[in-house]
Structures are given as structure tokens and as C-alpha cells.
């Protein structure tokens, strides 16, 4: 069986703003009512498939294991790396881990925010790669260009490309527009899609010999590894130590022999909101519309609104995207969609907050957002899984006042445990130890006011805490 190994550590900024730092684009559902990784992992699934392997960073773990639970996937295991090293690190990791338990498995590596609109065409291109992998090659998947891409990375053919796995001559760097179209004609380059299979004892010597100075860090801090509420923490100090670097220029560019099977069934890595808008389902005149957004006699125009309470019309627009979310607009033409990132860049250096967070904070329990931030006040939204608690805690400086609009909460302030049901109230002193929690089946809202003289998320004393954030 294949194990997959999905990467979901990233936090890009091409599509702000809906994808931010803190919630970046993986989690979205971008194209349809999935998000890019349950996609991803859903692809990766079936009787050819082991259970996923997923490496993230600890922001995202709890994350991870609620998309996952949500289609009914058990990941076989979820790696938390303790810094970002790049996609080298990540798959040694993976590579060690599995050594351990399953040292003749076939590892295939999936970024897990790539659009692939046919599973069943991807899952027959795996099986062509398969016997090859088993024979003690690295494989990869090449897409069958549509366009000469200049956001793309290529892989040059050693022959014309057939319905086999054939063997990979060179990767090629990303090229400019006049080159692009030059190596799309000659019907001999591939995008590079930055998927490979390979078994784990092919990529580990493959590390042995090209990349001898990442093994001892990251073996080290995969056997010092820690297991927390299910995930398996990387060992921090040894992980420092290994270098950042990608796996093409670590192994794959320094490799002989390399196959390719090529793709033809349809892929993006939505690189860009110019992406989003050609996966998009679009009218006569190429215009995209979702959520609450309106077009009046516009043209190969992408229209997103993200929040119900946000009417954004479009008015005779001609090649313009145009995103809103509840706390900022993007307004960009078509042509500068690569250029997003000059945006989070700018607001940055504003310190501005819109740049990474969202007003929509998630966490273990559920999430929460501010509806309004006034003086000495705060009203917020709390939403509260099934069976979720939040922490055991106290404030120094404020007081809270709880209104349940659905559901039913399990209060605890001081010695007193009661439920509050819905159109019921409560009020948590200051300094009082307090908790929330959800016995229920369904989940829980509520309406907290805040009172105080400062309301910010570090004015938490946490005792006990079911997440170990104590």
C-alpha cells in the first residue's frame, strides 16, 4: 500500500485575504465544499492507499484533525514540526518515521493545497508510477502544460511523453514568458507539480548520498520526538539544526535516473487569485461570481464575497478580481495577481493585523470573532464543538457576561457548576476561575460581552487545560 505524505505547513500570501498566516489557504474551500487538504486527502484515499501521514506546524494541528474528521479520515499519524525548514526536512522526517514501522512502504509526497478535478485520472497516474518506485526509482508527476506559465517550475523530457512512466532528462527553473511558450511548443516539457512516489529506503539513501548533512539533525529529533494529545512533536533542538532547504534542489535536481509520468486530467497549485478564477465556474462572458456578489456587465472578472452581511457588486469591470472578506477588500487587476503579495507586504508595514490574522479565530475547542471592539468593551461570538471544553481559567482585568444562543453550556465559575441553556445568561466576575464547555451533541454558540480595563488574548490564567496549553 501507499502511504501518502501530506505537506500542510505553509502560509502563502497570493491569495490574501482570504488566505492569511493564520489560516492559509489549505483550510479554504476554495473551489467547491471542500478545502484544498480534505480534498487532497480524500484523492489519497482507497484500497490502494495506507492511512495519511500529515506534517504541519503547531498552529495548524488541531486544524488538521478536524477537516480530517470531518470526511472520516483517521490520519495514521501527524507530525508537528517545530519550525518551518522547508520540504526536505519534512520528507526525511516522514521517511525516518515510517522506516520505523513500515520500512517498505511506497511514500507519496502531496502538497495539500493543489486543485486535481479528476481523483480517479490522478489515482490511475500513481499506479503507473508504482512498479518503478518499487524498482528503486524516484518518480515524479509532470503536468501536461496548457499555457506557457512562468510561475512554474518544468521538467524536461528524455522523450516524447506516452501513457507510461518515461525517464526525466532535467528539472528546469522557472522561465520567463518568451521561453515558457518556446518549451510548451516543443511538446517536450512538463510543469513541475511537486508530487514524487518513491519507497522509503530509495529516498533515505537518495539523503544518504546527496544530502548527508540533514540526516543526523532530523533522525535525531524524529527519535527524541515527543507524543501530545496524539500528535508526535519533533524534537526542537535538533531540528534547528537541519538546513532549509526544498527537496528538489536537496535530492531531485542531484538525482540520476529520475521517471516522470505525465498528467493531462487537470491541475492547479492556485498559485493566485487568476488561478481561483480559471477553476472557477464562470458564465459566457468569463465571469466568476460566489457568496453574495453580484456582476452587472463585466467580463473575465472574479467576484468573491466571503461574508453573507457583505453585498459586493461589480459594475462594468473588465478583467478585475475582487475579494472581500469581513475585515478587508482586495481590488487587483487580473494581470497582478502574482503581485498580491506586495499587498500583505505593504499592510505589514502598517502593522496592520489584516496582513496575518483573521477576525475569525479557530482553535482546538471551535473559534470565536469579534463582532464589535469598542472602549473598554468587546463582544464576541463563541462557537463550542460537541463535547469541547475550553480551558480552566481566570482574567486580571476584565469581566464577562455569557448569552447561549444555541446549544447548551456547562458553566463553572469558582465552586459552581451549572448548564445554561439557550436565551440564558451569565456573569463571570473578575478573577473569578471559570470554564465552558459543550455536553451536547450539537454545537454550541454563545454571545460574549467583555468589560475591563484590557481585553486582549494574553489576559489568561489558565489551571487546567484538556489541550495542554497549561
Known sequence: MITPILLCGGSGTRLWPLSRKSYPK?????VGDRTLFQASAERLSGSAFDRPLVLTNNDFRFIVTEQLSEIGIDPGAVLIEPEGRNTAPAILAAALYLEQSNPDALMLIAPSDHVIPDPEAFRAAVEKGTEAARNGQIVTFGITPTHGET???YLELSEAPGDSAIALKRFVEKPDAARAEEMVASGMYLWNAGIFLFSVGTILNAFRTLAPELVPPVAQSVAEAKSDLGFLRLAPEPWSGAGDISIDYAIMER???LSVVPFSAGWSDLGG???VWRESAQDARGVATSGTATAIDCENTLLRSEDDRVELVGLGLRNVITVATPDAVLVADASRAQDVKLAVAALKAKSAKQATMFPKD?????WFESLVVGNRFQVKRIHVHPGAALSLQSHHHRSEHWIVVEGT????IDEEVRLVTENQSVYIPLGAVHRMENPGK???VLIEVQTGSYLGEDDILRYEDIYART
Not at 479557530?362 to 471551535?366: D, E, F, K, L
Not at 453550556?409 to 463553572?412: F, G
Request: hydrophobic share 40%; no cysteine.
Open 26 to 30: 489549505q483550510f479554504v474551500p476554495l
Open 151 to 153: 510561475g512554474y517550475g
Open 255 to 257: 538525482s540520476d535516473g
Open 273 to 275: 487569485w487568476d488561478a
Open 362 to 366: 479557530h482553535r482546538p475547542w471551535g
Open 409 to 412: 453550556a456547562r458553566v463553572t
Open 442 to 444: 450539537v454545537p454550541m
